[in-house]
């Protein structure tokens, strides 16, 4: 069974880019779509966005002009970078995969905080 | 986008009980791409429903889901104390996917 792990620091400072990366084991990350996804404290879950392991992307436009979703099917990882953050990108990210857009399998998430 | 409401805020019911939670959709749901979610503390969220009414592998049939367009149901028949989480719908039909606020279901 596919396992999806996500990592990366839990506290980034104001101004600065958000880097996380989510791990697969137990499956490929070919032939998928791989969506990171968060849930700032006390809001919504929000879609960020996708890419397919081929490298296509697809951005929510409210986050599009900082984000930038990655692949790197030797290391079966993607990647999620979120430039210029602000305390209310503070939330809990997850990654998930899917043969379609729909997340399908998904990881437990990472908290991060956005403080100086 | 598309916003997603979902009624009851939370639930308190006792175990064999039967349970309804909405999902009601701002615009029509292409093709009826509604999905529901558990989420429980510290574990992944596990998917339950796709395509409004198609349960996912291992969701056993005392789960369903039903609806179309703007209203979606997602029925618990006999609620076990296992059941007791958090469930989103979400739809992703059209870009940008979102979800509902979440229902919280307590077993007493």
């Known amino acids: 069974q596919v396992q999806l792990q996500e990592s990366g620091p839990g506290l980034v400072k104001p101004s600065e880019t958000l880097s996380l990366t989510c791990t697969v084991s137990?499956?490929?990350?070919?032939?998928?779509?791989w969506t990171w996804i968060r849930q700032p404290p006390g809001k919504k879950l929000e879609w960020i966005g996708n890419?397919?392991?081929?490298?296509?992307?697809n951005y929510n436009p409210s986050l599009k002009s900082r984000v930038t979703i990655s692949v790197d099917t030797s290391k079966n990882q993607s990647s999620l970078k979120l430039d210029s953050v602000t305390a209310a990108d503070t939330a809990v990210y997850y990654c998930?995969?899917?043969?379609?857009?729909?997340?399908?399998?998904w990881g437990q998430g990472t908290l991060v905080t956005v403080s100086s | 986008e598309i916003v997603l409401t979902q009624s009851p805020g939370t639930l308190s019911l006792s175990p064999g009980d039967r349970v309804t939670l909405s999902c009601r959709a701002s615009?029509?749901?292409?093709?009826?791409?509604l999905a529901w979610y558990q989420r429980k503390p510290g574990q992944a969220p596990r998917i339950l429903i796709y395509?409004?009414?198609s349960r996912a592998a291992g969701i056993p049939d005392r789960l369903s889901g039903s609806g179309s367009g703007t209203d979606f149901t997602l029925t618990i028949s006999r609620l076990e104390p296992e059941d007791s989480a958090v469930y989103y719908c979400?739809?992703?039909?059209?870009?940008?996917?979102?979800f509902g606020g979440g229902t919280k279901v307590e077993i007493k």
């Open positions: 998930a995969r899917g043969a379609g857009w729909l997340p399908e399998s």
């Open positions: 890419i397919y392991y081929s490298g296509s992307t």
């Open positions: 395509g409004a009414s």
């Open positions: 615009q029509s749901v292409r093709s009826n791409y």
């Open positions: 979400q739809q992703y039909g059209s870009s940008p996917l979102t």
């Open positions: 137990g499956g490929s990350i070919s032939n998928y779509y």
